[in-house]
């Protein structure tokens, strides 16, 4: 007789933070199809939204931006303070550059918008990470057009390279320098010194700060540009 194994895989643990019940519930639904991923809890505010997070200690907060009592960057802020091992994915109708900059410089993880496929929000959910921000495609086209509205090419301002500004094409996204590395063919240390070079070039501290300072003077390309970015 012969006796299979099965591997599990632990599941992400999500709360949802959104004032539209309808979409809380369709999206708990939808998370707890998924083979990773789990909807603990949902909530309709703020403070029942901490609620949850103190009680419940999810991997992930996916928190809408607009809510009756309050918003999710200050809320974002307060989960980040108080729970740090808790990732915060922010979701929003409406996408505006210097909601991301806030969004990123109060911890979270990655920003979405509504409109965005569902697949665009789950990846985010998978790969929420602290180090950097992940945008969605929508979303960082929309932003990098309100920064560089006539395509300008900044790069040689800030003495960037041609693999510098893939590197941080590729942070942009959200991967972790481990992944970038494979995609490039080069050894972890050398995509430690690319990063190390965008930073002090950039005269940024992190990888979080790199990518607000790539967004903010139009040096991420959009991902249809980008041959090295993979599709999500």
């Known amino acids: 007789m012969t006796v299979s194994t099965a591997i599990l895989t632990e ?11 309808a979409f809380s519930d369709a999206f708990g639904l939808a998370l707890d199809m998924e083979a990773d991923l789990s909807c603990v809890g949902a909530a309709t505010t703020l403070d029942r939204g901490f609620e949850l997070v103190s009680k419940l200690r999810p991997a992930v907060v996916l928190m809408d931006q607009v809510l009756p009592d309050g918003d999710g960057v200050s809320a ?3 989960i980040r303070e108080s729970f740090p091992e808790t990732r915060v994915v922010l979701i929003t109708d409406h996408a505006d550059a210097g909601l991301i900059e806030a969004a990123a410089e109060a911890g979270a ?8 496929p569902i697949v665009d929000v789950m990846r985010a959910l998978r790969h929420a990470d602290d180090g950097a ?21 900044p790069a040689n301002t800030y003495g960037l390279n041609e693999r ?17 590395a494979a995609d490039l063919c080069v050894s972890i240390n050398t995509a430690r010194g690319y990063t190390k070079s965008i930073l002090s070039k950039l005269g940024v501290h992190s990888q979080r700060e790199a ?10 390309a959009t991902p249809a540009a980008s041959p090295h970015v993979p599709p999500v």
């Open 11 to 21: 599941r992400i643990s999500v709360v949802v933070i959104d004032d539209h019940q």
């Open 76 to 78: 974002t802020s307060r």
């Open 109 to 116: 993880a990655a920003f979405v918008a509504k409109q965005s």
């Open 133 to 153: 921000m992940i945008v969605d495609h929508n979303t960082l086209k929309i932003v990098l057009q309100d920064r560089n509205p006539l395509g300008r090419d």
């Open 164 to 180: 510098e500004l893939v590197v941080l094409d590729l942070l942009g996204q959200g991967l972790p320098l481990r992944s970038i």
């Open 211 to 220: 990518v607000i300072a790539g967004l903010r003077l139009g040096l991420i």
